[in-house]
């Protein structure tokens, strides 16, 4: 790989529009599905927030699991699967506790 001729400028920036659409996508997708429109509609229908921290996180959790059960080209070795499941567990547990502590999905990040 030759780097001598690379457009550092270009570069940057490609790299940071990626990254800005990336976070974007995300939070219109999974964490205003998960932690935005269901929290809030599980907060509506009278839940506690433990209640609607165990409802959410399976929510995250099935929501990830097409990422490997689909064609996505996310093909993920059949002995990473176990470690990608508990790191979405875990991911989905803690961002659930930040959201439940602010009170708010933009505030949490």
Same mark, same amino acid.
């Given at each position: 790989?030759? *780097?001598? &001729?690379?457009?550092?400028? &270009?570069?940057?920036?490609? =790299? /940071? #529009?990626? @990254?800005?659409?990336? *976070?974007?996508? *995300?939070?219109?997708?999974? !964490?205003?599905? *998960?932690?935005?429109? #269901?929290?809030? @509609?599980? &907060?509506?229908?009278?839940?506690? !927030?433990?209640?609607?921290?165990?409802?959410? @996180?399976? %929510?995250?959790?099935?929501?990830?699991? /097409?990422?490997? /059960? /689909?064609?996505?080209?996310? !093909? #993920?070795? %059949?002995?990473?699967?176990?470690?990608?499941? +508990?790191? +979405? =567990?875990?991911?989905?547990?803690?961002?659930?506790?930040?959201?439940?502590?602010?009170?708010?999905?933009? @505030?949490?990040?």
């Amino acid at each position: 790989m030759d *780097v001598g &001729k690379t457009e550092n400028i &270009k570069t940057l920036t490609n =790299i /940071s #529009l990626g @990254s800005i659409a990336g *976070v974007l996508a *995300v939070m219109n997708t999974e !964490d205003g599905f *998960v932690c935005g429109w #269901l929290w809030a @509609s599980l &907060k509506r229908a009278g839940k506690t !927030d433990t209640e609607v921290l165990t409802l959410t @996180s399976p %929510a995250f959790i099935v929501w990830h699991v /097409s990422a490997i /059960s /689909s064609n996505t080209g996310f !093909d #993920l070795p %059949a002995r990473e699967i176990p470690i990608f499941l +508990i790191n +979405i =567990i875990i991911l989905g547990l803690l961002w659930g506790i930040m959201r439940m502590g602010s009170g708010s999905v933009l @505030s949490r990040q």
